[in-house]
Nanobody
Framework: QVQLVESGGGSVQAGGSLRLSCAAS????????MGWFRQVSGKEREGVAA????????YYADSVKGRFTISQDNAKNMVYLQMNSLKPEDSGMYYC????????????????????WGQGTEVTVSS
């Protein structure tokens, strides 16, 4: 079992920045695909970004390319999502997800790709 804990959410005005963090409880140096998803009430979870910790490959949704950056710190077993130039439509609950011993690949944005999920951290962007 791997436990994921997100932090860093909050309220910010449009154009502002936030940095989300995801701490994993185990498998510091195991290759894994780590993803960030977001969900707005009444809608399905949307894949935002992912990173393959075994090789640093990164993946982004078109809606966040150029504004969000996903990164990792294997020593600390952490994954980060730096969110810049935030827009009101970026608001939602952000979840960290992981699947062990797997690359991300073309299906990185699919919920079923991931086995472990955090509880989420709320992001609110006001106009």
């Amino acid at each position: 079992q791997v436990q994921l804990v997100e932090s860093g959410g909050g309220s910010v005005q449009a154009g502002g920045s936030l940095r989300l963090s995801c701490a994993a409880s185990r498998y510091n140096y195991a290759s894994k695909c780590m993803g960030w998803f977001r969900q707005v009430s009444g809608k399905e979870r949307e894949g935002v970004a992912a990173i393959y910790t075994g090789g640093d490959s990164t993946y982004y949704a078109d809606s966040v390319k150029g504004r969000f950056t996903i990164s990792q710190d294997n020593a600390k077993n952490m994954v980060y999502l730096q969110m810049n130039s935030l827009k009101p439509e970026d608001s939602g609950m952000y979840y960290c997800a992981a699947v062990l011993f797997n690359s991300c690949g073309g299906s990185w944005y699919r919920e079923l790709r991931y086995r472990y999920w955090g509880q989420g951290t709320e992001v609110t962007v006001s106009s």
